[in-house]
T-cell receptor, first 115, second 113 residues
Framework: DADVTQTPRNRITKTGKRIMLECSQT?????MYWYRQDPGLGLRLIYY???????NKGEISDGYSVSRQAQAKFSLSLESAIPNQTALYFC??????????????FGPGTRLTVL | DQQVKQNSPSLSVQEGRISILNCDYT??????FLWYKKYPAEGPTFLIS?????DKNEDGRFTVFLNKSAKHLSLHIVPSQPGDSAVYFC????????????FGTGTRLKVLA
């Protein structure tokens, strides 16, 4: 079984709709992240959370919100989707127990298309 | 402003030869660097990392070299195999205490059989 799962894997929606992307992990890690990938732009950080009570904005948080429901679950919401939010979204986790050099482990991604 | 740059969007190499993927960065505060590999329809997977206190780190066929004065790192794959065909991302992290990564735009490697 995958350690980091994302649902849905693919989603097509319309402009103005509310969308939630979910991420679950069984690695027992305390840190979780949401990234988006666009062609030619690499991965950019949207939000990150170091524990259940800690939420931080990344470099491109506008238009997004997150919820850390439990240590193992981190969801990303688009309150009113717009076409330029069409992208590949990745969830990642890491563990403070490894110290400064934490390695992030990624989920399989969610391909979101906003029409 | 792109703080981590991978100027070659693609690279083709013959099987058995060396693949060299390059990455440049602009922020001198970065002190930890990683390479991730990504296959289609999968998430990126960690490949190898290097701390700024080192100039080389090796793991099997993969070696990462860091040149701090040039703000440049490279990933060498020797010998290259068809299964190495993927997109490779470099990432950098700084001593800001936030453990955030800045990713490059990726290089698509194709190893020809």
């Amino acid at each position: 079984d995958a350690d980091v799962t994302q649902t849905p894997r693919n989603r097509i929606t319309k402009t103005g709709k509310r969308i939630m992307l979910e991420c679950s992990q069984t690695k027992g890690h305390d840190r979780m992240y949401w990234y988006r990938q666009d062609p030619g732009l690499g991965l950019r950080l949207i939000y990150y959370s170091f524990d259940v009570k800690d939420i931080n904005k990344g470099e491109i948080s506008d238009g997004y919100s997150v919820s850390r429901q439990a240590q193992a679950k981190f969801s990303l919401s688009l309150e009113s989707a717009i076409p330029n939010q069409t992208a590949l979204y990745f969830c990642a986790t890491s563990d403070t127990q490894t110290g400064y050099t934490d390695t992030q482990y990624f989920g399989p991604g969610t391909r979101l298309t906003v029409l | 402003d792109q703080q981590v740059k991978q100027n070659s969007p693609s690279l083709s190499v013959q099987e058995g030869r060396i693949s060299i993927l390059n990455c440049d960065y602009t922020n001198s505060m970065f002190d930890y660097f990683l390479w991730y590999k990504k296959y289609p329809a999968e998430g990126p997977t960690f490949l190898i990392s290097i701390s700024s206190i080192k100039d080389k780190n090796e793991d099997g066929r993969f070696t990462v070299f860091l040149n701090k004065s040039a703000k440049h790192l490279s990933l060498h794959i020797v010998p290259s195999q068809p299964g190495d065909s993927a997109v490779y991302f470099c990432a950098a992290s700084g001593s800001s205490g936030t453990y955030k990564y800045i990713f490059g735009t990726g290089t698509r490697l194709k190893v020809l059989a």
